[in-house]
């Protein structure tokens, strides 16, 4: 079993940048974050691998960047350009094993409990 803790969620403007972290309690294959906004389906929003590899969706390629500290187990998510529409609960979620499309929820066994972004304009 692997608990995830997330922090540095917060209330900023347009534009303006956040970074949250997510501490995992051991090594995970695969680190992603997630977002679900009110009324809206949960989104992949970054995943990194084991080799580093990253992945995003086109709504936050350029703007957001996902990293690692491997030695600490914690996934880092910077968000820069932050919009209204980034508004959301984000998810850090870790995988142990491969699956197809590391961007859906269904290939995610642990998640954390989430921490709000909040983008006004």
């Known amino acids: 079993q692997v608990q995830l803790v997330e922090s540095g969620g917060g209330s900023v403007q347009a534009g303006e940048s956040l970074r949250l972290s997510c501490t995992a309690s051991?090594?995970?294959?695969?680190m992603a974050w997630f977002r679900q906004a009110p009324g809206k389906e949960r989104e992949g929003v970054a995943r990194?691998?084991?080799?580093?590899?990253?992945k995003y969706p086109a709504s936050v390629r350029g703007r957001f960047t996902i990293s690692q500290d491997k030695a600490k187990n914690i996934a880092y998510l910077q968000m820069n350009s932050l919009k209204p529409e980034d508004t959301a609960v984000y998810y850090c979620?870790?995988?142990?094993?491969?699956?197809?499309?590391?961007?859906?929820?269904?290939?995610?066994?642990?998640w954390g409990q989430g921490t709000q972004v909040t983008v006004s304009s």
């Open positions: 051991s090594d995970t294959w695969y």
């Open positions: 979620a870790a995988s142990d094993g491969n699956c197809d499309d590391t961007l859906n929820q269904n290939c995610y066994k642990y």
């Open positions: 990194i691998d084991s080799l580093d590899n990253e």
